[in-house]
């Protein structure tokens, strides 16, 4: 049987960019699921009742994207809770931890990847404080591995408390082609160059990481915590 790996990302294109060539590397040895909690959308306009409905329609083609984007890579589970995009600190946050709590119950993870608490995005450092709490060992399931991963034009701009990895995946060309291929589907995120979020961007960072560990392409993460039996 094999193993689980959940990924719980804040916003759809957060899971390609945080861990995309990972994921094309293990989709044949784990099964992987994707939760999404906020939409991604909504916080990019100021008047959220006066554009409610192209708010609706936005949100509905990031789904869409996001979906196409994990199919390309071979995904087929996820979960969209799309809660409100850059307002997670008005939500309760044990709210938010009963959603991440059910999908470990239902889903029973043996790995969890998620964002990572050095991030300039409040919402992505919210996520992983849920994740935390939400993932503590108890009786129903007990999560062996957790780690948090970096989002280009997110991580890498905190620039006081920087993203430290500990661990590193060790991947190959297809992986970091598959991650490009798969975050190409979100239109609106894509920059210019010389900005991060490019098909050079995502190259360079891969190269970057994989010279930390003595190869050519990696991603990287911190190792939060690992239960071995």
């Excluded at 995309?20 to 784990?30: A, H, N, Q, W």
Aim: glycine letters at 4%; proline letters at 3%; a positive charge.
């Amino acid at each position: 049987m094999k193993k689980k790996l959940l990924v719980i990302a804040a916003h759809p294109d957060d899971d390609i960019l945080g861990c995309g060539g990972t994921i094309s590397k293990l989709k044949k040895k784990y099964l992987i699921n994707v939760l999404f909690l906020a939409e991604g959308t909504s916080c990019r306009f100021e008047n959220l009742k006066l554009k409610q409905n192209q708010i609706e329609k936005e949100i509905n083609i990031r789904e869409k994207q996001a979906k196409k984007a994990l199919k390309s890579i071979g995904v087929n589970l996820h979960k969209f809770i799309n809660l409100p995009c850059g307002r997670l600190d008005t939500i309760p946050i044990i709210d938010i931890n009963k959603k991440i709590e059910t999908e470990i119950e239902n889903f029973k993870p043996n790995i969890i990847f998620t964002h990572s608490e050095s991030d300039c995005n409040n919402d992505h450092r919210i996520v992983f404080k849920s994740v935390m709490m939400a993932s503590r060992p108890n009786s129903k399931h007990t999560v062996e591995e957790l780690y948090s991963f970096e989002v280009l034009s997110s991580t890498e701009w905190n620039f006081s408390n920087n993203f430290n990895p500990n661990y590193f995946q060790i991947l190959n060309k297809k992986n970091i082609q598959d991650k490009w291929k798969a975050f190409k589907n979100f239109k609106s995120e894509i920059h210019k160059s010389p900005l991060p979020r490019t098909k050079l961007g995502i190259f360079n960072l891969a190269k970057v990481r994989g010279s930390q560990a003595g190869v050519e392409y990696a991603e990287a993460f911190k190792l939060i915590r690992i239960f071995k039996k």
